[in-house]
């Protein structure tokens, strides 16, 4: 991969960037949304079935869900990859880029499903369930581990149509998937008398159907343009290298939402349940934010592919700038809301009160959240795994002492929780802004070529 850039081609018109952000972003933001439907839907159907069933589906999806959550790198690993070599318009080598993550995301998926079949048990015991929640627990765990599999080969053949410049695609997919997921649940919880198992088993299916399409069309294309369907152990171990910084970014900030989680639930179920809603807040306007920074890593990763550096400094300011005024027009909008929030979610005027305050430190930091985002995704654009994956261990050491200042202080009630958030919507997040804006200020992540 060339150190020094090629001539720069001359930046096209603004216009032109903004179309091509909205084109990639629009279709994503909606793929993002589908994804966590999946769990709601297996939530809501299950939640009829009794309290024991729900907590039991509850619990095996936290554990499922971080282990799918550190894997997302098979997605972010190989959409950069394959943009480069569309941007230096070698189609074959970006169809092989793309062949490469989908081989090892089925490697890791059949260890990761192999080993969580076997370990189902201890694992749902080390949460401390016991009795039916236990059972139910282990029984939805076992059931998921074939739709582990695909999850991953989801992963890698997003990460390929992305780098291909298309999301609208993943978009049909991720819907229709959906859509199946719920008759499948449906049938087997209901109809086949399954109960926790046939909502595991369901997802399982439609999670394959949607595997299937990604995987016909990486054979289709990769056929088109004479690429083999045969791994290349080079290009996996290229991947796995990049993968493995990038999990490591995404491990620093699992383990800051979990610490955070440890604190709360120390103050008390008022906060905690608060805690909770201003975190599934937090993640819904985090899926917008995403979708600028899966534009960012798929337009980026094509401008550096094709060494041109203007561009893609062009493209970064823009992104920036929307990111940026995006997150200031919906902190707006969620301190002016606020107040009456609470009122949507729980009847509980306690909560409802101590939610409200939270919103509101949450609400200051979402202009800080939508730079950081961008950044983020730039920065993965241009495969700067390294440094993301370093920033985030320092992120985190910055980010703990805030966060366990709480404790120690011994402070409690709302104001417990309003540090808390505040710790994390500024403290954290501004940690993140800063080691990210330095990098991006410098030329070091702009390599070059495909």
Known sequence: ????????????????????????????????????????????????????????????????????????????????????????????????????GVWLALLLGIVLAVAGFLAAEPLVGLMGAGGDVRSFAVDYLRWSMPGLVAMLLIFAGTGVLRGLQDTRTPLVVATAGFSLNVVLNLVLVYGLGWSVAGSAAGTSIAQWAMAAVYLVMVQRNARRHGVSLLPDWRGIRALTKVGSWLMLRTLSLRIAILATVLVVTGQGAVNLAAHQLAMTVFTFLA??????????????????????????????????????????????????????????????????????????????????????????????????????????????????????????????????????????????MLARAVTLGLRARTDRWMVLGS
């Open 1 to 100: 991969m060339p150190d020094s850039p090629a001539a720069a081609v001359p930046a096209v018109k603004p216009a032109s960037h903004a179309r091509d952000i909205l084109r990639l972003a629009v279709p994503a933001f909606g793929a993002l949304i589908a994804e966590p439907l999946f769990l709601l839907a297996d939530s809501a159907i299950v939640g009829h079935l009794g309290v024991a069933q729900l907590a039991g589906v509850g619990l095996a999806s936290a554990v499922l869900h971080t282990a799918v959550g550190l894997m997302v790198f098979l997605a972010y690993s190989t959409t950069p990859a394959v943009a480069r070599a569309v941007g230096d318009g070698q189609f074959g080598k970006a169809l092989a880029a793309g062949r490469d």
């Open 287 to 428: 899926f917008a934010l995403d979708a600028l920074a899966i534009a960012a890593q798929a337009l980026i990763g094509k401008e550096l592919g094709a060494s041109n550096p203007e561009n893609a400094r062009l493209l970064t300011r823009t992104m920036i700038r929307w990111g940026t005024g995006f997150g200031v027009v919906t902190g707006a909008l969620l301190a002016a809301a606020a107040p009456f929030a609470g009122a949507l979610f729980t009847s509980d005027p306690g909560v409802q009160s101590v939610l409200t305050l939270a919103l509101w430190a949450l609400a200051a930091g979402q202009p800080i959240a939508g730079y950081v985002f961008v950044l983020d995704g730039v920065l993965i654009g241009a495969g700067d795994a390294k440094y993301l994956a370093v920033a985030g261990v320092v992120n985190l050491a910055a980010y703990l002492p805030l966060l366990l200042a709480v404790p120690l202080a011994g402070t409690a009630g709302a104001a417990a929780l309003v540090w808390v958030w505040a710790a994390f919507s500024l403290g954290y």
